[in-house]
Every structure is written in C-alpha cells, then in structure tokens.
C-alpha cells in the first residue's frame, strides 16, 4: 500500500501501530525515542485521503471515524506522535505540497474584508454559548492565560493574564477611555473598569458575544462604563486613550496588517497606548493547516513577528515594549481540554459526536502546537509618541505589585527578591 511508504519518512522518532481494515498490523517507527500511539483505520477509502491530503484527511478521519486511536491511545497521543516527528524533520509528500500551494495563494486565503470578516467569526464565536461555558473559565476568557508559577488555577491564570494586560496599559487614572477591539464575552472590558475605573466600549463581531457582553455589564452595574458595539475596528472613528485587543490579531489576515496598526494608530489620542495581544510562530511565517481553516477558523493566520513589525512600522507607530509568553498557551489548552472531557456528554447533547470529535481535534493540535511546533504568544505595546510612556519598564511591575497586595504597600525589594517571594506566596 502507498501509505505504507509513506509512513516511514514520517515516524522516525516513537512509535506507530497500525491496523488495517481486514485486520492486520503493522509497526512504523521504533528506532529512537518518542510518542507512542496506535490507530485503526476502519475502511479503505481513508487510506488514499491520508496520503493524497493528510493536512485535512486526518481530522476529518478523526470526525467521523475513519481514523480511531486503539490500545489505550487517545486522538492527542496520535497528534503528538504525528507533530514531533514533523517537528524533528520526518516528511510527508503531499504535506509539503499542500505548504507550498498555500504560501502562494495565502494573499487570497487571508483576504479579510469587512463582510468576509463576520462571516469568519460567525462560524466560530456565533455557536451555542453553553458551549464556552462548559470548557472556559468563569469569566469566559477564550484567549491565552498567564502562568507565573505553573501552578495556577485557570481562573487564577485568567485574572492574572487580565492583571498582566492592565499593567501594560497604564491605567494610572480613573476615567481614561479604553478601546477594546475584538471583546470576546466582555470579561477584560468589564474587569478594566470595576478595578481601575476606565470607560471601556467594546467592539465585535459576533451577536452571541455582543449580547452576553451586555448583558453581564448590566448584570455588574457598569452599563454607564462599558458599552458594547457590533461594528469592525476599521468603522471605529474617535480617538482613545488605550487601546487593547486580545486575540484579535490572527483575524485581521496579512494583507491588512497595516492598515490595521493605521488604524490603531488614528484612534490613539497623541499620549494614547495600545497593547495588541495574539498568538505568533517562532520560526518564521508559514500557512494555517487547511483542517483549521475549514472547520476551526476560516481566514485565521497566526503570524511571525517579522510580518508584525514592518506593518507597525509603515503605520509610524513607535513599538514600546514586546514580550513573547512561551507555553502558557499550551498549558491553558490543557485545562480546556481535561474541562471539555469532563463536559463532554453535555456537550454532545447541545450537538453530536462529530462536533465533539472536532473539538477533540481542535483542542488537542492547538496545544501540541505550542509545546511542539513554535507556536508562542506575542504582547506588543504601541505608541504614537516616544514620550508617551516612562523610560523603562518599572511602571508596569510596580502597577502588578500593587494588584498583588492590594491593602499593603509592595514590597521594596529587587528582581530576584521578588520572584522568591511570589513563589513563596504560590506555595503557601
């Protein structure tokens, strides 16, 4: 069989086990270390598929069953196995053709107009939102949490993601008016103005979202401080303060990377901030798997700095601050993905077992990601003027400190004193 050949310039590292149809096996891999995982697949039809277009073949085998983990293994077991050895240079043919017919159709892949750009948020964020609620944390943060210590809760690591944000904004007085592009459920708007007293308007695309939004500002009592809107960034006209956008950035697609920090840039007032919060590779720009675009994130990309930067640049705006957060998403999935398991019949019940198959998949190759394959976070501060921020960096450590003991001075004390005495907290 032609996937028989293939399979050994893929498992290099670990360990495949594979049952046919008819019954037999076979064993690819074996000798060096790595993943360990075995798979049947069930009719003959799935085998030309996997070796004509893996890139989308093996998740949908995933959905309806055509590829099904055995022997105690899992659909993470087999991603994991699968990614590390594309990770430590095992090939697939049709792997690297599909890369190179998507790099050169990437501009029309990623085209986002204002239309196409609803439609792509309706396929994900406009579904059942019982759904988030099941496999979220309270406040609905579908974004990257903020792991100091490793230990936290993921509520714990959502607040202090939220916290970690602020700091970075500089809300050193009440009223200043933020604009949050991209608000998900609201919790950031919300939290910005309870705790630090900001005017926050919200802005999104999705009906789902735009109204559980309001609806928990109301609930909280700060509908006179946080509106929401359901309007495209690009609509936006009034200059800000502060502007923050969390997860936002892998929608706007490449070819409007500067038209967007433009944009950024017009609705800062002239001592304005912004922080743009997304997730990055590590290694360089590449294409989004074309499984992920069909069924996960239609006109989603997750760039590389390299194509970040220029486009900030070109807009004129000063970059103040970068910093990359590594395997916080990865461990942030883990907690969705043990909470999606733990929900997973009453989630079947709100849709069926492909949907949850899916997810499974979603989840799964989205935290192998960024434990095997260069995916990171990337929090860029941006101004429109060098004088709109201190010198350094202290500012934003100190605005930490002070959310970290809120009814007693932080404590004066250096660098490495610090992180001792936070660790000691975490523990204690």
């Known amino acids: 069989m032609l996937l028989d050949s293939v399979l050994p310039r893929l498992i290099r590292h670990g360990t495949l086990r594979l049952r046919r149809p008819d019954g037999s096996t076979a064993t690819f891999g074996g000798t060096r270390p790595g993943p360990q995982a075995a798979m049947a697949l069930t009719n003959r039809a799935i085998f030309r598929r996997l070796v004509m277009n893996p890139g989308l073949a093996f998740g949908e085998g995933y959905m309806d069953g055509s590829v099904e983990p055995i022997e105690g293994s899992t659909i993470y077991d087999l991603l994991d196995l699968m990614i590390f050895n594309l990770a430590q240079g095992g090939s697939h ?13 990437r501009r029309l892949l990623d085209l986002n107009t204002a239309t196409r750009a609803r439609q792509n948020v309706a396929h994900h964020y406009d579904l059942n939102g019982t759904l988030y609620a099941l496999f979220l944390d309270a406040d609905l943060q579908y974004s990257c949490a903020y792991f100091p210590t490793g230990r936290e809760t993921l509520e714990e690591a959502q607040a202090l993601k939220k916290r970690h944000l602020a700091s970075k904004l500089r809300l050193d007085r009440p009223g200043l008016e933020v604009l949050d592009i991209g608000s998900g459920w609201g919790g950031l708007a919300i939290t910005l103005a309870r705790e630090h007293g900001a005017r926050v308007t919200g802005l999104t695309l999705s009906e789902e979202q735009l109204a559980e939004s309001r609806a928990r500002a109301e609930a909280a009592g700060l509908s006179d401080r946080v509106s929401f809107e359901l309007m495209d960034y690009r609509d936006w006209k009034r200059p800000m303060d502060r502007i923050v956008s969390v997860g936002m950035f892998e929608h706007v697609g490449i070819n409007h990377y500067t038209a967007f920090f433009r944009t950024v840039k017009a609705a800062l007032k002239e001592d304005g901030v912004a922080l743009i919060h997304a997730i990055g590779q590590s290694e360089g720009p590449a294409t989004t798997n074309p499984w992920l675009t069909k069924y996960i994130f239609p006109g989603g990309y997750s760039p590389a ?18 910093e990359i957060l590594r395997l916080h998403y990865a461990m942030t999935i883990a907690h969705w993905r043990a909470r999606f398991a733990a929900n997973r019949n009453a989630i079947k019940a709100l849709y069926d077992e492909r949907f949850c198959r ?38 934003m450590l100190d605005a930490e400190r002070a959310a970290a003991y809120p009814h007693d001075p932080p404590p004066s004390t250096g660098p ?5 005495q936070d660790a000691e907290r975490a523990e204690g």
Do not use: C
């Open 93 to 105: 043919p049709a792997l690297r053709a599909g890369e190179v017919l998507r790099w050169l159709r």
């Open 305 to 322: 700095l390299s194509e970040v930067v220029p486009a900030a640049e070109k807009a004129g705006l000063w970059i103040t601050d970068i």
């Open 358 to 395: 899916m997810f499974e998949f979603y989840l799964s190759a989205s935290e192998l990601s960024f434990r095997r394959w260069g995916h990171m976070n990337w929090q860029m501060q941006l101004t429109r003027s060098a004088d709109a921020l201190p010198l350094t960096r202290d500012y």
């Open 416 to 420: 490495r004193q610090q992180v001792k």
